[in-house]
């Protein structure tokens, strides 16, 4: 097998970011989403509906 030179980069290309993106920063970019459906199909009443269940069932 032949020896052969690293590949390196072009000017163009950027090098690609390894990991996972920081969890507030991923809530950050979701919430904007999630309020806007919760205005657009009147969500507001669910989730206070559900919260009241959840809490009802915490108080047992």
């Given at each position: 097998?032949?020896?052969?030179?690293?590949?390196?980069?072009?000017?163009?290309?950027?090098?690609?970011?390894?990991?996972?993106?920081?969890p507030?920063?991923a809530?950050?970019?979701?919430?904007?989403?999630?309020?806007?459906?919760?205005?657009?199909?009147?969500?507001?009443?669910?989730?206070?509906?559900?919260?009241?269940?959840?809490?009802v069932?915490?108080?047992?």
């Amino acid at each position: 097998m032949a020896l052969t030179a690293p590949r390196t980069l072009s000017r163009m290309q950027k090098p690609r970011r390894t990991g996972r993106r920081h969890p507030l920063v991923a809530t950050l970019m979701a919430l904007p989403l999630a309020v806007l459906l919760l205005v657009v199909f009147d969500g507001w009443e669910t989730v206070t509906t559900q919260a009241s269940s959840v809490g009802v069932m915490l108080g047992r």
